[in-house]
């Protein structure tokens, strides 16, 4: 076997230039596949960071609420959530694999700015600000720690943050001293005023001398449909990842929110489970369905980050398809360069061929030392490609370059994790050499079947 694999090797330098070019051909192959399965990669574990920075890896619901609960928030609600997370952490099966456990209630209505005259709705949550902050500390995969976190504390229960857009539509800007935005002029007339911000207005005192503190109405429906509006002092306006999002974002401590929804009953929309790792996820949820009616009267349900948000998986399966859809095409492009190489070589090696023959050499001799040499031109390209892609893939990430996915509200820093995951490497050097085999099958195929005294004679 190594003496064949010695002959194929001496036999791929005859003809160095036309066997580099090859060589080359694959690695270029190889390096695209790796550049482009890196920045899919990453892309999937800076999503996977971010949704876990912000919502966890598993929510806990009343049974219903994704479907119903927005409508009616009082039938969808957890009595008492800060109990039944202990109740659940006090299980060593279910603490062993949870980082972090919170109480989250979502919330929308319309946010009035009175003095701007201005109004919008609004969609955003409560949740107690140091949790929100050990949430951000998420980071399994080592990406950095750029999570916005929100500048409270539990103390500031009346105090909460908006986005950079929301700031921009309710003229906030100029009060938060924002460089992203300033505010515009108003465009109604002078006597012409929103009938929600005069509702608003009664609410309020003369203002004070010194300049007010930027300050939102929250206007909501409670639990039994009646109107309800809660004062928060904005603190800061924070960049929120998708713009849309950004647009409508108002995040308030958790008592606050219970006041505008419930009257400040202790309740919530949902419990945010924070794992270790995403792979803790599926046997976490089947212990947390088999354990929830036992610890809580309520039917609850648990959901998984794909079913609570759907764009993970599309976004996941948008770019494995892509990913799918080039490494076919660069499959393809290889399969037929190494073909038209080894069927160039058949044809120089033709008198060669039939004088091995002549010499007692077996056709399948013939044929596993052309297969031999396609697959040293796929070890050494797929080899090298690799190689070269991971150094591609350092200057790239090194060069600060920047790009905005679709919907992001900011510009991201490119990365490209080549060798996140292990198999990538593994599968595409595999790839490469069954290809190479494969290219070199019919030109070795027909060597073999030449006719002995045709081929010597062949000039």
């Known amino acids: 076997m190594w003496s064949d694999i010695s002959i194929a090797t001496r036999n791929l330098w005859r003809n160095p230039r036309r066997s580099l070019t090859t060589i ?5 192959g190889s390096v695209a596949i790796m550049i482009f399965g890196g920045f899919s990669t990453a892309i999937s574990l800076g999503l996977e960071t971010s949704i876990a920075r912000k919502e966890g890896h598993l929510h806990i619901y ?12 009082t039938a969808y609600a957890i009595d008492k959530p800060d109990q039944l997370i202990a109740a659940l952490l006090a299980d060593p099966n279910i603490s062993a694999r949870v980082l972090l456990a919170v109480p989250v209630l979502k919330v929308s209505g319309i946010a009035g700015n009175y003095r701007e005259e201005v109004s919008k709705t609004f969609s955003g949550y409560g949740i107690r600000p140091d949790d929100y902050a050990r949430l951000a500390l998420w980071n399994s995969y080592d990406l950095g720690n750029d999570s916005a976190s929100w500048p409270l504390t539990n103390k500031d229960t009346e105090g909460a943050i908006v986005g950079i857009g929301m700031a921009r539509m309710l003229r906030l800007c100029d009060q938060l001293q924002l460089t992203e ?10 006597g012409e005023q ?8 009664i609410n309020h005192p003369p203002e004070p001398a010194q300049p007010p503190q930027p300050t939102l109405d929250l206007l909501a429906a409670t639990g039994q449909g009646a109107p309800n509006i809660v004062s928060v002092i904005i603190k800061a306006a924070v960049r929120q990842p998708a713009s849309a999002i950004d647009d409508m974002f108002v995040g308030m401590h958790l008592d606050q929110a219970q006041k505008l929804l419930y009257g400040g009953a202790d309740k919530a929309t949902a419990i945010t489970l924070q794992l270790h790792s995403l792979t803790d996820a599926q046997a976490l949820k089947k212990l947390l369905e ?4 036992q610890l809580s009267e309520q039917p609850l349900e648990v959901r998984d980050l794909g079913e609570f948000n759907p764009m993970f998986l599309k976004v996941l399966g948008m770019f494995n398809g892509v990913f799918t ?3 076919i095409v660069i499959a393809i492009v290889v399969l037929f360069t190494v073909a038209n190489t080894m069927t ?9 061929v039939g ?20 697959g040293l031109i796929g070890v050494l390209g797929g080899t090298l490609g690799i190689g070269l892609g991971v150094v591609v893939a350092m200057v790239l990430n090194h060069t600060g370059l920047s790009w905005t996915p679709p919907s992001s509200s900011a510009a991201q820093r490119l990365v490209i994790l080549p060798l996140a995951k292990p198999l990538l490497p593994i599968l595409l050097w595999l790839l490469m050499l069954i290809i190479t085999v494969l290219s070199s099958l019919a030109p070795a195929a027909r060597a073999a079947r030449q006719n002995i005294v045709a081929a010597i004679h062949h000039v």
């Open 24 to 28: 080359m051909a694959v690695a270029i």
């Open 62 to 73: 009343p049974q219903g609420y994704l479907e119903y609960g927005a409508a009616d928030p």
């Open 181 to 190: 935005c300033h505010d515009r002029p108003r465009t109604l007339p002078q």
């Open 194 to 201: 929103d009938p929600l911000i005069n509702s608003l207005r």
């Open 290 to 293: 088999q354990q929830l009616p």
């Open 325 to 327: 859809f080039v490494t």
């Open 344 to 352: 160039t070589s058949v044809l120089e090696r033709t008198a060669e």
């Open 355 to 374: 004088t091995l023959r002549a010499l007692g050499v077996r056709r399948s001799g013939i044929r596993r030392q052309f297969i031999l040499e396609g």
